[in-house]
């Protein structure tokens, strides 16, 4: 029988493995012109008078703006009840998250929270994102 943690790292290990970390790798690639496409020329083309230093700087910015526009998506979907999710492991299926977790937003978080855990970019730590978040 799968635990509650269980149900919620399922979920999240796909959220930041299929949804943050590929966002973040994306905006690398704009950012570092290896992206082809209308946007990507746009974006090239506003970057163009930028130092390597301003890219990175950018650059760095990605992650920020990915954990901000999740921890708001989670926020959301605990706080709306006509929303419920649930997770299947072998057949067996959850409770909602928002019931199985103390706070969906903060799952991303802390020192074993997703990001952490699950990410290749976990190098980001907590005070800066709660700067970020505020």
Do not use: C
């Not at 949804?19 to 974006?43: C, F, H, L, N, T």
């Not at 706080?79 to 072998?90: A, F, N, R």
């Not at 799952?107 to 990001?115: P, V």
């Amino acid at each position: 029988m799968a635990t509650d943690k269980e149900f919620l790292d399922k979920f999240g290990k796909l959220l930041i493995q299929e949804v943050r970390d590929p966002s973040i790798q994306k905006w690398e690639k704009y950012v570092s012109g290896q992206m082809k496409g209308e946007r990507a020329k746009a974006i090239s083309s506003l970057l163009t008078s930028f130092s390597d230093e301003q890219r990175s700087v950018i650059v760095s910015f990605a992650p920020y703006i990915v954990n901000n526009v999740l921890h708001n998506l989670l926020q959301m979907l605990e706080d709306e009840e006509e929303i419920d999710i649930t997770v299947s492991i072998d057949g067996e299926t959850s409770s909602t998250l928002r019931d199985i977790s103390d706070g969906l937003g903060a799952e991303i978080y802390n020192d074993e929270g997703w990001i952490v855990r699950f990410s290749e970019y976990p190098e980001i730590d907590a005070q800066a994102i709660a700067d970020v978040r505020s």
